[in-house]
């Protein structure tokens, strides 16, 4: 899914409040850890993630490679911080400005 930047803009917004759901460490990505951000999207359509200073592959890296595996949106990569979107498929609790 492609997102406009008022739509980036206003995931950002919300996702500015938001505590980290997970924490990525020097094991990087692994199995457990997408199907754990998997699971998570089941609940939530924007979650937010943190990888930690031990862990030492790109965090950009590391946000396209969930994002591929779990078939969400990257939103942003700030930091050590990313945040991830993914619709419901019904009944959205998140509504994008066109």
Avoid: W
């Amino acid at each position: 899914m492609e997102l406009t930047s008022k739509q980036r803009a206003y995931l950002k917004s919300l996702a500015s409040t938001m505590n980290p759901v997970f924490q990525i460490g020097k094991s990087s990505v692994t199995p457990e850890m997408t199907h754990a951000v998997e699971e998570c999207f089941n609940n939530n359509e924007l979650i937010k993630l943190n990888v930690l200073k031990n862990c030492d592959d790109d965090v950009h890296e590391i946000a396209n490679v969930i994002a591929d595996r779990t078939r969400s949106t990257l939103v942003q990569v700030i930091g050590k911080k990313i945040v991830l979107y993914k619709p419901f498929k019904e009944k959205q609790k998140i509504i994008l400005p066109k």
